[in-house]
């Protein structure tokens, strides 16, 4: 996975939210962090074309986030801050299925599919339940389950540990350690990016630490004082 910004700019309203910038990504697991309004979540959204630079480019293996947004949303899978918002049919397993549309794939490759991603996350038992009976950890193990049914190549997760428990929050650290996928996580919890391999750090719309993530969260920790 080879993530590119040239030059890369968003702006709305007139306000600069992210600079411009330069940056190419290749790590399997990269971290966003920074205060409340510094741009992480924007700058996420860029990778996979939700938010389209007003200067600049994106690119994705070489795809254009604009010009070839369904190459870059077909690699590029991403989970929402809710994960509620994520799981659109009530059913756990009508959800799987959803995703997998656009694959055009047979009832039983469907089946085959759904049953292996809810397997491979432990909650083959939650296939007949539905979204809103399902605790946070849970719901965020579906909202990835909801995700990775589609084989994307890289999983980007906005604040995936926000409102769990430490028993829910350590249940979704472990899982995305387990992740064979690319992963970019923007977070608030420093010990779930503590071992990346890269961690950006965005300060009022600049990326202001780009490293191994000690290096990165100590710099952060002084910005915050
Ligand atoms: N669609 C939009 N229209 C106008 N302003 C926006 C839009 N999206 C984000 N912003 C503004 O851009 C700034 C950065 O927002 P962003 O969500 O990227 O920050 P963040 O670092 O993810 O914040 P948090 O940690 O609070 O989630 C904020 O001031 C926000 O209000």
Known sequence: MDIRFEQAEARFEGRTILQPLTLSLVEKRI??????????????????????????????????????????????????????????????????????????????????????????????????RRAHELSGGELQLAAMASVLVTQPELLIMDEPTNQLDLKNRNLVSRTIEGLHESVVVITHDLDLIGDFERVLLFHQGQLVGDGPADETIEFYRGLAE
């Open 31 to 128: 971290g966003i962090i920074g205060l409340n309004g510094s741009g992480k979540t924007t700058f996420a959204r860029m990778i996979n074309g939700l938010v389209a630079p007003t200067a600049g480019h994106v690119t994705v293996d070489g795809f254009d986030t604009v010009k070839q947004a369904d190459a870059v949303r077909g690699r590029v899978g991403f989970i929402f801050q809710n994960p509620q918002n994520q799981i659109i049919l009530p059913i756990l397993k009508e959800d799987l299925a959803l995703g997998l549309k656009r694959k055009k794939l047979s009832a039983a490759e469907v089946k085959a599919a759904s049953d292996a991603v809810l397997s491979r996350f432990g909650i083959a038992h939650l296939a007949e």
